[in-house]
């Protein structure tokens, strides 16, 4: 079974520019969550879907930021114009429905972010 | 607020012995998981203790939990060189929804041969 893939691996961008960063949860995961971690400081929550609909984007740092999980499978995150302090390193996760028995998040392996 | 800190930041010890890394948190948890990053890989979920269980067992770990004094330990016994990697803490807080983990700066492990 194949594991929560993300795009890509690696993006170089300009200060200005926009960038789109796609997820594919693991087949059949309702849950998907978006994370980063910014360089030298602890990974924070971004937002969590469930299926289509947002369910928390308190974590979503400013309008810049927008995530779509259109038909509730894959979610792109879209930084649009993209800032210094955007680099970092943007994992997603999924879990199944009633992931709170299990309490285990199955991640990606990361989308690293360097604008210039 | 930072809610995990994981401490040491850093930890090198010899294959064979064992490593203790330590995590606090301030607000109440439903729970408390531990994740293992290795160098430029995704986050592996290693073990999760929920807030009413005080030690937990899994294969060359072991993870206890103290709610009194809001911290948690994570062992890792016989060390091998392949458990070189980052460690983190999670909580999922009780009132922050059971979906949002928060998260630690890591413990960076380096077991060396």
């Known amino acids: 079974e194949a594991g929560v893939t993300q795009f890509p691996s690696h993006s170089v961008i300009e200060k200005g520019q926009t960038v789109t960063l796609r997820c594919d949860p693991i087949?059949?995961?309702?849950?998907l969550y978006w994370y980063r971690r910014v360089m030298g400081k602890e990974i924070k929550f971004l937002l969590h879907?469930?299926?289509?609909?947002?369910?928390?984007e308190s974590g979503m740092p400013n309008n810049r930021f927008l995530a779509e999980r259109t038909g509730g499978t894959y979610s792109t995150l879209k930084v649009q114009p993209a800032e210094l302090e955007d680099s970092g390193v943007y994992f997603c996760?999924?879990?199944?429905?009633?992931?709170?028995?299990?309490?285990?998040?199955?991640f990606g392996e990361g989308s690293r972010l360097t604008v210039l | 607020s930072q809610q995990g800190e994981e401490d040491p930041q850093a930890l090198s010890i010899q294959e064979g012995e064992n490593a203790t890394m330590n995590c606090s948190y301030k607000?109440?948890?439903?729970?408390l998981q531990w994740y293992r990053q290795n160098s430029g890989r995704g986050l592996v979920h290693l073990i999760l203790?929920?807030?009413?269980?005080r030690e937990k067992h899994s294969g060359r770990l072991r993870v206890t939990l103290d709610t009194s004094k809001k911290s948690s330990s994570l062992l890792i016994t016989a060390s091998r060189a392949a458990d070189t990697a980052s460690y983190f803490c999670?909580?999922?807080?009780?009132?922050?929804?059971?979906?949002?983990?928060?998260f630690g700066q890591g413990t960076r492990l380096t077991i060396n041969p």
């Open positions: 996760a999924s879990s199944p429905d009633g992931w709170y028995n299990t309490g285990e998040l199955f």
């Open positions: 087949s059949g995961h309702d849950n």
């Open positions: 879907f469930v299926k289509e609909s947002k369910q928390d």
């Open positions: 607000t109440s948890i439903n729970n």
């Open positions: 203790i929920r807030s009413n269980e």
């Open positions: 999670a909580t999922d807080g009780r009132f922050q929804g059971a979906q949002k983990l928060v």
